[in-house]
């Protein structure tokens, strides 16, 4: 890795994020030069959230888990677009969203791209030593795709660091910034295991309370209706789509069900090794927890592998392991690099962009691969770990 030396490694990332900004203007002039197109399709995916939104704001939030009455919908705010598309989030993710349905589509993109990227900047601001830290996190491929396709990655990134800031020292708002995951539940999965084998109840108190006050908001808001659909319909809808490999983006998606889904296996052997992967890993994060292992390190081996113990995940996802990267970065300027640590976190930093030019029909899903690896050079740090009163501030 002599080629990545610190002069280069500073003056990249200020290029990369340079290229970011060129490729924003030209975006932004070809949605000028041809508005509202289908075929611009313009802020990606946020096209569903607006959709969505606006449905919600009209009392009709059960129908946005039907995607022919979704495409109703968003195919008035982007004339022409014609892809199929589909809500897979539970009914508290419109509280968030509804606020945006009352802006013209543009306005709410940008409102919620610019509210979303600040809300990660000031989480992950106080972890940041150095400004070359931040070139490097604003440079970093999951970036460029929240950015581009307006997603919630910087969301979901901004909770798991707060959650990592607070949980030693203010344990219940940990548990609420964990509890709001819950408009990502699959996510999620990995921290009642990491709270429970910590002992942190107060944490499991607070997180529990706080899905408890989203889902009754949603129900207020929202009715009974919008559930019924989610657990009917979308979810047998989103099940179908993750048994039969090329009915999703597989080359996208960071994990051992879509991996083996794409060698050609069956869905109920997909879904076994899948639920396999969560139970070692949930194993590891007891096994780590009892021994000790400091807390830095055992919540950065948990997010590394939060991404691929969800069989549902995409790049943008991948914006949270910003923290088992920064805690990595943290040993390596105490200890030095161990063998292959810097590859690994190169890997991190760039894989995501050749992934996301995979062919979308592509079967295979060789991201799976990058996730793995972080975790197992922060798991072979957790072996070697003896302080285990030293933290990451």
């Keep these: 890795m002599a080629f990545f030396n610190e002069d280069r490694l500073r003056t990249y990332p200020r290029i990369i994020v340079l290229g970011y900004l060129v490729s924003a203007v030209l975006t932004i002039g070809y949605w000028l030069a041809r508005p509202l197109s289908g075929v611009a399709n313009p802020g990606g995916d946020f096209i569903v959230f607006h959709a969505a939104a606006r449905m919600a704001a009209s009392g009709a939030a059960a129908q946005a888990y039907d995607p022919d009455a979704l495409k109703q919908v968003y195919s008035t705010i982007l004339p022409g677009m014609d892809n199929l598309l589909g809500w897979y989030y539970p009914p508290v993710f419109f509280l968030p969203l509804e606020p945006l349905a009352h802006l013209p589509y543009f306005a709410a993109l940008a409102a919620w791209t610019t509210v979303t990227a600040a809300l990660f900047a000031l989480a992950v601001r106080p972890l940041i030593r150095h400004r070359d830290e931040a070139w490097a996190i604003a440079a970093s491929a999951p970036v460029f795709y929240n950015l581009f396709d307006g997603q919630n990655g910087f969301l979901t990134a901004a909770l798991v660091i707060w959650a990592f800031r607070a949980l030693a020292v203010r344990p219940a708002l940990a548990g609420v910034a964990l509890g709001c995951l819950c408009y990502k539940p699959h996510l999620a999965i990995l921290f009642p295991v990491l709270l429970a084998a910590l002992g942190q109840w107060r944490a499991i108190g607070a997180a529990a309370a706080t899905v408890a006050v989203a889902v009754g908001l949603s129900l207020v808001a929202y009715g009974v209706a919008p559930w019924q659909a989610f657990f009917a319909e979308n979810l047998r809808n989103l099940s179908q789509f993750h048994g039969t490999a090329g009915s999703f983006p597989m080359a996208r998606i960071a994990s051992p069900h879509a991996l083996v889904l794409g060698m050609g296996a069956g869905a109920g052997t997909a879904r076994l090794v899948q ?92 991201g799976v691969v990058v996730p793995l690896a972080l975790m197992a050079v922060i798991a072979r740090r957790a072996v070697r770990a003896r302080d285990p009163d030293r933290d990451l501030a």
Aim: charged letters at 10%; a positive charge.
């Design 275 to 366: 639920l396999g992967f969560i139970a070692a890993v949930a194993a590891a994060i007891l096994l780590m927890a009892r021994r000790r292992v400091p807390l830095p390190l055992l919540f950065a081996f948990t997010v590394a592998a939060m991404v691929p113990a969800s069989p549902h995940n995409f790049l943008y996802d991948w914006t949270v392991l910003v923290v088992p990267m920064l805690v990595l970065f943290r040993e390596i300027e105490r200890t030095g690099a161990l063998a292959f640590e810097k590859a690994v976190m190169l890997a991190v930093f760039i894989a995501a962009l050749p992934l996301g030019s995979l062919p979308i029909g592509m079967t295979m899903s060789p």
